[in-house]
Nanobody
Framework: QVQLVESGGGSVQAGGSLRLSCVAN????????MGWFRQAPGKEREFVGG????????YYADSVKGRFTISRDNAKNTVYLQMSSLKPDDTAVYYC????????????????????WGQGTQVTVSS
């Protein structure tokens, strides 16, 4: 049974920063591709960014590129989302997701690409 638990959400003013964490348990963390998604009220869940199993490669949605950074610590079974220069449009519930596809590098972007999800953490950015 895979369990993903996010933390670090909160309220911040525009231009501020937050760091989200996601701890994954239940399967070997170093072999999974991790992703971050967000969902604002009335909108579909959208891709924010991802990181490959070794952490060598990261990839981002255009809307957050240059402002958000994903990293992982495989020794701690944890993936991070560092968010800077936050905007009110970044307000959403943020979810981490994991998918195990074996060896190789995979760039997963669609919600349907991932089968394990956290419960989400709220991020609110005020103007």
């Amino acid at each position: 049974q895979v369990q993903l638990v996010e933390s670090g959400g909160g309220s911040v003013q525009a231009g501020g920063s937050l760091r989200l964490s996601c701890v994954a348990n239940g399967r070997p963390f170093s072999t999974c591709t991790m992703g971050w998604f967000r969902q604002a009220p009335g909108k579909e869940r959208e891709f924010v960014g991802g990181i490959t199993n070794s952490g060598i490669r990261t990839y981002y949605a255009d809307s957050v590129k240059g402002r958000f950074t994903i990293s992982r610590d495989n020794a701690k079974n944890t993936v991070y989302l560092q968010m800077s220069s936050l905007k009110p449009d970044d307000t959403a519930v943020y979810y981490c997701a994991a998918e195990w596809l074996g060896s190789g590098i995979y760039y997963l972007r669609a919600p349907s690409d991932f089968h394990s999800w956290g419960q989400g953490t709220q991020v609110t950015v005020s103007s």
